[in-house]
């Protein structure tokens, strides 16, 4: 067996019945969370844009844009969503070799769960699939580096997900993976100098892609074979080759407790320094005192967030909000981190220019070692009058090690859908959500998502 046929084959097996109680709970927490960030993001640009354009396409198999009160094709509605959760940077992260926000798997496994009739114990099957396999592909191989966005693995977990819901077979399900992943590889670029909308749409994109993948292959659509082995396939031309192990029948302790869900709406590495400089700012008195900040962390977090003059200059809020000095700067002059801190209003403020460039990033090798375990960073301040201050984070405040409480997860939630729903239809949401694998009308609980005037 070739390695898609491998992954074809832990898909089938796959059952409720083999999920251990704390797994269907942390998809509940993580399906949450990411229905928040849906909501939070709805007035945004980019999920503007992409339920004006799913709005446009009608469907047999109608599947539902959240918030907007329409249907959409399932892959265009998976492209809606997607851009949802993943706009404003503040869904879940996994951290490995390749870094991913799994919980972007949600809007192709909604996608097809819904107008297909699954039920709640489906979704979740589907949901603990997909987050398996991009985090065990993730944990294999590093494709950042060689010109590749991380969203590049995310054609097999959709594929794979969706074929799941759909009820594809073993042969089926190789094909979908064969031709999602053949067509769209996505450019790094993508995360490189000032970054745009589409940092946020690009997995989305991919949803998009799975979805229809899938539903190619329940028609007999055929991919290329061997995806990864072939003389040009995934191997050849994007991570190289790697080794991948899964379980045979499929067993615990399954990938999604391993992930971790964001306390601030920022890029996950920058979690621990905003931590710390919360943690530090007690200490200093007035921002004005401060001479000079030196932030030390791990190659990814220097790589990703702290390594090109956009950071210290962001101009968007995407940028912002990927810019390791700019989320310490605005937690050292105002005391928290928040949507808020990546306005307009704060990206042409002054005196936050000024502190973003007293700040300097560097690699520690030491604790480069110690990632993807933590998130080590350690936040040195030196003060006008000479005293330094100092602090160092491992763990995070929602890092897989230092989970939030089931109770701040809804905090999180009430939060981010306050603007669009009443407090009654956020209790009523939340209810469904927490006995999720007892729901059987997954179009009432996303009807339960659109936007009311409140």
């Known amino acids: 067996m070739n390695l898609s046929q491998k992954l074809s084959r832990y898909a089938d097996s796959l059952t409720y019945e083999l999920l251990p109680s704390e797994t269907v709970h942390a998809v509940k927490r993580h399906f949450i969370d990411t229905l928040g960030c849906a909501l939070g993001a709805y007035d945004s640009e980019p999920a503007s844009i992409a339920r004006s354009v799913a709005g446009t396409v009608s469907s047999a198999l109608p599947a539902t844009v959240i918030g907007a009160g329409l249907s959409s094709s399932p892959e265009m509605a998976a492209f ?60 294999a191989a590093s494709i950042r580096a060689r010109g590749w966005d991380h969203v590049t693995y995310g054609s097999f977990s959709t594929s794979l997900a969706a074929g799941k819901l759909l009820h594809l077979n073993e042969e089926q399900l190789t094909h979908a993976q064969a031709i999602a992943a053949v067509s769209h590889n996505a450019l790094r670029q993508t995360r490189v100098g000032t970054l745009s909308h589409w940092k946020g749409c690009a997995f989305a994109n991919v949803s998009r892609n799975g979805v229809f993948a899938a539903m190619l292959a329940r028609h007999g659509m055929t991919g290329p074979s061997d995806i990864f082995e072939g003389e040009m396939g995934f191997w050849k031309q994007i991570s190289g080759p790697f080794n991948l192990s899964l379980p045979d029948p499929p067993a615990p302790p399954f990938k999604i407790q391993d992930v971790c869900i964001k306390f601030y709406p920022a890029e996950y590495h920058s979690q621990s320094a905003i931590d710390a400089a919360l943690l530090l700012r007690p200490q200093i008195g007035s921002i004005e005192a401060i001479e000079k900040i030196t932030i030390s962390t791990f190659r990814a977090a220097a790589e990703i967030i702290g390594s090109e003059p956009a950071k210290w200059h962001p101009t968007t809020r995407e940028t912002a909000d990927h810019s390791l000095p700019y989320c310490v700067a605005v937690a050292l002059k105002e005391g928290r981190v928040t949507l808020d801190s990546f306005d307009a209003a704060h990206l042409n403020d002054p005196v936050l220019r000024e502190l973003t460039q007293k700040i300097a990033v560097e690699v520690d090798s030491a604790l480069d070692a110690r990632y993807p375990e933590g998130i080590p960073t350690r936040l040195r301040i030196r003060l006008r009058n000479g005293q330094v201050l100092e602090k160092e984070v491992t763990f995070p405040k929602g890092h897989a090690r230092n989970p939030l409480t089931d109770e701040e997860i809804e905090e999180k939630f009430r939060h981010l859908a306050a603007p669009v729903l009443s407090e009654e239809r956020i209790a009523m949401v939340l209810k469904r959500c927490w006995n999720l694998e007892n729901e059987t009308d997954l179009s009432g609980l996303l009807a339960l998502l659109t936007v009311e005037n409140v």
């Open 80 to 139: 809606a969503n997607g851009v949802a959760f993943r706009y404003l940077d503040y869904n879940d992260t996994y951290l490995s070799k390749e870094p991913a926000h799994p919980s972007d798997n949600f809007a192709a496994v909604l996608a097809i769960a819904e107008p297909m009739g699954r039920t709640g114990k489906e979704l979740i099957v589907a949901a603990v699939l997909a987050y398996e396999i991009q985090c065990r592909l993730c944990d």
